[in-house]
């Protein structure tokens, strides 16, 4: 297996992996979440996104820079791959890139009651932040506009 930055070749399979991964919220009661359309290759092509190939994408990491932090906008496994540890590659790969470049964390924000969202967190260990910058605060009234409700979401960082 390999992490490699994506191309927007890639970007049909990573949406694709995406939809495919969203289908689990529609058993914990969260069909609109399993709804959701995937990341836009505009917006994909506006994040520093990486993708884990063997040899076709399997999954992938999107991330933004956000108070000084490399933060999480979405990682994604193919169901097929779940309980791999390729998230976790990803999530790590993402550290190292962001230790390279001098930030201090690795933040996401996250369901947090979902059992492969903070709680899996948690075991890679993250923690939750409990005062947020205001770029964090930012995407957490963004997700609210959105539908998201604050409360059941969580915002986390690891230390690189």
Do not use: K
Request: proline content about 9%.
């Amino acid at each position: 297996m390999l992490i490699r930055p994506a191309v927007p070749e890639d970007f049909p399979s990573l949406r694709a992996i995406e939809a495919r991964g969203g289908e689990a919220f529609r058993a914990v009661g969260m069909p609109e979440i399993a709804d959701d359309e995937p990341m836009p290759p505009a917006v994909l092509a506006s994040l520093r996104v990486w993708v884990l190939v063997d040899p076709e994408p399997v999954a992938w990491v999107a991330v933004a820079v956000v108070d000084g932090g490399a933060h999480v906008e979405q990682v994604c496994t193919a169901p097929e791959r779940a309980g791999e540890r390729l998230g976790a590659a990803l999530l790590d790969h993402v550290g190292a890139w962001a230790r390279g470049e001098g930030l201090a964390a690795v933040t996401l924000t996250t369901f947090r009651d979902v059992p492969w969202n903070a709680p899996y967190y948690r075991r890679l260990g993250f923690a939750e932040v409990a005062e947020p910058g205001p770029g964090l605060r930012e995407l957490v009234a963004r997700e609210a506009s959105h539908g998201l409700d604050p409360a059941a979401r969580v915002v986390m960082a690891r230390a690189v």
